[in-house]
């Protein structure tokens, strides 16, 4: 069991999200009122049932958008699958993101806020799925400012090559990786994690960054299922940065079957 600590970081800042998810039901709710009540003042000129049929076309219109985005809001407040979390996910991956962020930004939250909120809801989302692949199907992606910026070691390529000095936290993720039998990698930039997907044909990634790389990953890997951890930056951006290895080894045994010992 994760303690507290690190379970609330794990799903950071999901509130803002539904927060925003609401306003947006409201927008539409009174977008399509307007749409309704303007037109069917002069409509029913042309034809006295006109705004009827006008308005029972909204009504559906609006239902459909806002059950969606209920439906999104109740996945996401109860943790389950209920039963379209793949699709939502990629309306929210595809369509609401942008959408969201311009919403988000119009009534004033930063973009660092924002993407940790969509991280959250999209983790929220792969975590409904109730995904466990064997170790062979899993990848963890991590960025190479996690490495000591001071090790001559040169770990991009094979990160087995760290002689886990524990002076940074590519030990402690190299050895999780070790002990559970999954692949690790370290990319360089997104061209580089895309190539490393390509060859190990993943079924699900436990990715390691920042808001923004983490944002863009998830958008560019969809469908893959990708679980995204936030580093931390006590030195700034992509320098010497850390992660909470209790974190990781708790979306690894969440996601992940047990490494089968042969008999
Ligand atoms: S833990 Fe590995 S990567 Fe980090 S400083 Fe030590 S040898 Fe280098």
Same mark, same amino acid.
């Given at each position: 069991?994760?303690?507290?600590?690190?379970?609330?970081?794990?799903?950071?800042?999901?509130?803002?999200?539904?927060?925003?998810?609401?306003?947006?039901?409201?927008?539409?709710?009174?977008?399509?009122?307007?749409?309704?009540?303007?037109?069917?003042?002069?409509?029913?000129?042309?034809?006295?049932?006109?705004?009827?049929?006008?308005?029972?076309?909204?009504?559906?219109?609006?239902?459909?958008?806002?059950?969606?985005?209920?439906?999104?809001?109740?996945?996401?407040?109860?943790?389950?699958?209920?039963?379209?979390?793949?699709? &939502?996910?990629?309306?929210?991956? #595809?369509? *609401?993101?942008? %959408? $969201?962020?311009?919403?988000?930004? !119009?009534?004033?939250?930063?973009?660092?806020?924002?993407?940790?909120?969509?991280?959250?809801?999209?983790?929220?989302?792969?975590?409904?799925?109730?995904?466990?692949?064997?170790?062979?199907?899993?990848?963890?992606?991590?960025?190479?400012?996690?490495?000591?910026?001071?090790?001559?070691?040169?770990?991009?390529?094979?990160?087995?090559?760290?002689?886990?000095?524990?002076?940074?936290?590519?030990?402690?993720?190299?050895?999780?990786?070790?002990?559970?039998?999954?692949?690790?990698?370290?990319?360089?930039?997104?061209?580089?994690?895309?190539?490393?997907?390509?060859?190990?044909?993943?079924?699900?990634? &436990?990715?390691?960054?920042?808001? #923004?790389? *983490?944002?863009? %990953? $998830?958008?560019?890997?969809?469908? !893959?299922?990708?679980?995204?951890?936030?580093?931390?930056?006590?030195?700034?951006?992509?320098?010497?940065?850390?992660?909470?290895?209790?974190?990781?080894?708790?979306?690894?045994?969440?996601?992940?079957?047990?490494?089968?010992?042969?008999?």
């Amino acid at each position: 069991m994760m303690s507290e600590g690190a379970e609330t970081r794990y799903q950071p800042k999901k509130r803002l999200f539904i927060g925003l998810l609401g306003i947006a039901c409201a927008v539409v709710l009174g977008i399509a009122f307007l749409l309704w009540w303007i037109p069917s003042v002069g409509l029913v000129n042309i034809h006295p049932a006109l705004p009827v049929v006008f308005g029972a076309v909204l009504a559906v219109l609006s239902l459909v958008l806002v059950g969606g985005l209920s439906l999104l809001i109740l996945t996401l407040l109860t943790g389950r699958d209920l039963f379209f979390s793949e699709r &939502l996910r990629k309306i929210v991956i #595809r369509y *609401l993101f942008p %959408g $969201i962020i311009s919403l988000g930004r !119009l009534v004033g939250v930063d973009r660092d806020t924002l993407q940790q909120s969509f991280i959250a809801l999209n983790n929220q989302l792969v975590r409904a799925k109730r995904i466990r692949v064997s170790p062979d199907k899993a990848l963890i992606l991590l960025p190479h400012c996690i490495q000591l910026f001071d090790c001559d070691i040169k770990i991009t390529g094979d990160i087995q090559k760290c002689i886990r000095c524990q002076r940074c936290d590519i030990s402690g993720l190299a050895e999780a990786a070790a002990e559970r039998g999954i692949d690790i990698a370290v990319a360089t930039g997104g061209t580089l994690a895309r190539k490393i997907i390509v060859e190990k044909r993943p079924r699900f990634i &436990l990715a390691v960054a920042c808001e #923004r790389d *983490l944002t863009s %990953g $998830i958008r560019d890997s969809y469908p !893959l299922p990708v679980i995204g951890v936030l580093n931390h930056r006590p030195n700034g951006p992509c320098f010497n940065t850390s992660v909470i290895l209790e974190e990781v080894r708790f979306v690894l045994d969440e996601h992940v079957l047990p490494v089968s010992i042969p008999s």
